[in-house]
C-alpha cells in the first residue's frame, strides 16, 4: 500500500503552486483523504499533513475544502505534528492563504465543540463521595406514613 501512495504524497518541498490540472488534483486528494478516512492507512504523518497543507494553498476551492478535512482528520490522530508543520495563526497568513484561514476557524469551531463536550461530560458524572438523590417517585414509595 505505501508504494502506491508514494506516488500521491509529495515530497516536503513541494508547495502547492497551482499547477496540476484541477481535476487532477482534487482526485489525488480525495484519494489521500478516503486512504484516511476509510482504511487509517498512515503512509507517514509528516508526509500528509504537508500533502494536506499543499492542498490548503491550491488555486482550487475544491482542493482546499478536502485538504481541510485532510487536516482536520490528521489533527485529530496527531495534533502536534500537524501543528508543528502548520505556519502558525497571524493576520498576514489568515489574509495570505484563503485555505488556511478555513482551517483555523474550523479548528477553533472542533476546539469549541471538544470543550463544550468536555464540561457536559462532567457536569453528568457525579462527584466521588456525594450521594446521588433518588427520583422523586422513589421517594415517594419511602414515604413513612405507609
Known amino acids: 500500500m505505501s508504494k502506491f501512495l508514494t506516488a500521491f504524497i509529495p515530497n516536503a518541498?513541494?508547495?502547492?503552486?497551482g499547477k496540476d490540472v484541477p481535476k487532477q488534483a482534487v482526485a489525488r486528494t480525495e484519494?489521500?483523504?478516503?486512504?484516511?478516512?476509510?482504511?487509517?492507512?498512515?503512509?507517514?504523518?509528516k508526509d500528509l499533513t504537508h500533502f494536506a497543507l499543499s492542498a490548503v494553498k491550491h488555486t482550487?476551492?475544491?482542493v482546499r475544502t478536502i485538504g481541510i478535512k485532510l487536516l482536520l482528520r490528521l489533527y485529530d490522530k496527531d495534533p502536534?505534528?500537524?501543528m508543528r508543520i502548520v505556519p502558525e495563526e497571524t493576520p498576514?497568513?489568515?489574509k495570505e492563504f484563503v485555505g488556511?484561514?478555513?482551517?483555523y476557524?474550523?479548528?477553533d469551531n472542533l476546539e469549541r465543540r471538544r470543550k463544550e463536550e468536555r464540561k457536559a461530560a462532567r457536569?453528568?458524572?457525579?462527584?466521588?463521595?456525594?450521594?446521588?438523590?433518588?427520583?422523586?417517585?422513589?421517594?415517594?414509595?419511602?414515604?413513612?406514613?405507609?
Do not use: I
Open 13 to 17: 518541498n513541494y508547495r502547492g503552486q
Open 31 to 45: 484519494l489521500v483523504h478516503f486512504l484516511v478516512k476509510e482504511l487509517n492507512d498512515f503512509y507517514s504523518m
Open 60 to 62: 482550487s476551492p475544491a
Open 80 to 82: 502536534k505534528t500537524v
Open 92 to 94: 498576514a497568513v489568515r
Open 100 to 103: 488556511l484561514k478555513n482551517f
Open 105 to 107: 476557524d474550523e479548528l
Open 123 to 146: 457536569k453528568k458524572k457525579p462527584m466521588p463521595g456525594f450521594a446521588v438523590d433518588a427520583p422523586d417517585d422513589e421517594k415517594s414509595d419511602r414515604d413513612p406514613d405507609n
